[in-house]
């Protein structure tokens, strides 16, 4: 701004702007207002309320995603009672008096053929017999007696004697005839835990 003395009186003469200063000063105001609203965006995400809208005052609604409720698919079981509430039953190879408790019936489980306690008291036995595509798994719980397989071949017969006691294991497989005995001098019976599976291929049980 500059000032001149005149007669009539002073005269202001102001200076005039030229572009690059109208340039200049603009994009001072535009930084300015840039560094302010980006401020006050970050004071508004700190208080937790929205940004707000540029110039658009309508109400915005947005709609969450809907998605179907998952159903979970039923799962099939069977309770198996416990053995004191399983009756007792006789067994179809044994003498009068071989009893036995079927924890798990045939169809129940695919490829096993029951699962049962046995009781063989001193002098009782299960006459032999055998299954012809079915192996039978035996785990004596207690006490003691003797498991007798017959192998058959072309030529001839063998018998094999096995001794059961507690924790003993014995796996008789199909068409080999077999029979239990209970110990004769002994007081306490002969428990065994059996079960049989399907005479099928490996490829299947897997």
């Known amino acids: 701004m500059t000032i001149k003395r005149h007669r009539s009186g002073l005269e202001i003469i102001y200076p005039k702007l030229n572009d690059q200063y109208l340039q200049a000063s603009i994009r001072k105001i535009a930084v300015f207002m840039a560094v302010a609203i980006g401020i006050l965006a970050f004071l508004l995400f700190l208080l937790g309320a929205p940004p707000p809208d540029k110039g658009d005052h309508v109400q915005k609604v947005v709609r969450e995603p809907h998605f179907a409720p998952q159903v979970c698919p039923s799962v099939s079981s069977f309770s198996i009672p416990s053995l004191e509430e399983i009756p007792w039953q006789g067994v179809s190879h044994g003498m009068s008096g071989v009893l036995k408790k079927q924890l798990i019936t045939n169809g129940e ?14 002098g009782q036995r299960v006459e032999r017999h055998a299954h012809e595509s079915k192996t039978e798994v035996f785990y004596v719980l207690s006490g003691s007696g003797t498991l007798k397989v017959v192998k058959q071949s072309p030529s001839c017969d063998s018998t094999q004697t096995y001794k059961l006691s507690e924790g003993i294991t014995a796996v008789v497989k199909p068409r080999e005839a077999h029979e239990l005995a ?11 835990l059996y079960f049989g599976l399907d005479d099928l291929p490996s490829t299947v049980l897997e």
């Open 109 to 122: 489980v695919p490829h096993l053929l029951g699962l049962s306690v046995a009781e063989i008291k001193p």
């Open 182 to 192: 209970a110990c004769e001098t002994c007081e306490d019976p002969l428990k065994i």
